[in-house]
């Protein structure tokens, strides 16, 4: 009975360890974005270069 007890307790420390281990080596997978998000990023984003757009098509009209 000892035997499994000593096991079960080497086994629960080095899960621990794995995890602490596991914690520190980050993936550089890029964090997800869901489709809403992109959605709404986008939208930004055309919003923001039709406010920039016209300014830049007047300047070579004026040449």
Do not use: C, F, G, V
């Amino acid at each position: 009975m000892t035997m499994n007890r000593k096991k079960k307790i080497n086994q629960i420390l080095k899960n621990k360890q794995k995890k602490k281990n596991a914690k520190l080596h980050k993936s550089n997978k890029p964090r997800y974005i869901s489709k809403a998000e992109r959605a709404k990023m986008e939208a930004d984003e055309t919003l923001s270069t039709e406010h920039q757009s016209p300014t830049e098509d007047q300047s070579p009209s004026d040449q």
